[in-house]
């Protein structure tokens, strides 16, 4: 299993991002597919999560309405596109393969990571900042 994210970097208050998850070694359409993100001094906690044709979302209370995520099967990609982003979403960003069928069973809406994902990329870093 591989998982390349990318599309981080530095951005102002109220701006926006477009990040992307390429991931190989394994069926994406088999899987229900997360994004995650850990800030400094903090535990890595859930985001965005799509089922395995993306029609079911689930996002934490802390980004609904501003986060969506996406995917593409036939290309293995899965997208976050994140808007209005604030200082507060600063933080390093991944995707990971969930280890539940259901979003909602593998971390709360709050973030909190009930069952830990297998695998991991290295990341793409967000920086949210003037």
């Known amino acids: 299993v591989q998982l390349a994210e990318s599309g981080g970097g530095l951005v102002q208050p109220g701006g926006s991002l477009r990040l992307s998850c390429v991931a190989s070694?394994?069926?994406?359409?088999?899987?229900?597919m997360g994004w995650f993100r850990q800030a400094p001094g903090k535990e890595r906690e859930g985001v965005a999560c799509?089922?395995?044709?993306?029609?079911?979302?689930y996002y934490a209370d802390s980004v609904k309405g501003r986060f969506t995520i996406a995917r593409d099967n036939t290309k293995n990609i899965v997208s976050l596109q994140m808007n209005n982003l604030q200082p507060d979403d600063t933080a390093m960003y991944y995707c990971?393969?969930?280890?539940?069928?259901?979003?909602?069973?593998?971390?709360?809406?709050?973030?909190?990571?009930?069952?830990?994902?297998?695998?991991w990329g290295q990341g793409t870093q967000v920086t949210v900042s003037t």
């Open positions: 070694g394994f069926p994406l359409s088999d899987n229900v």
């Open positions: 799509a089922g395995w044709n993306g029609r079911y979302t």
């Open positions: 990971s393969p969930e280890p539940t069928a259901y979003c909602a069973v593998s971390w709360t809406s709050q973030g909190q990571v009930r069952y830990e994902p297998t695998y």
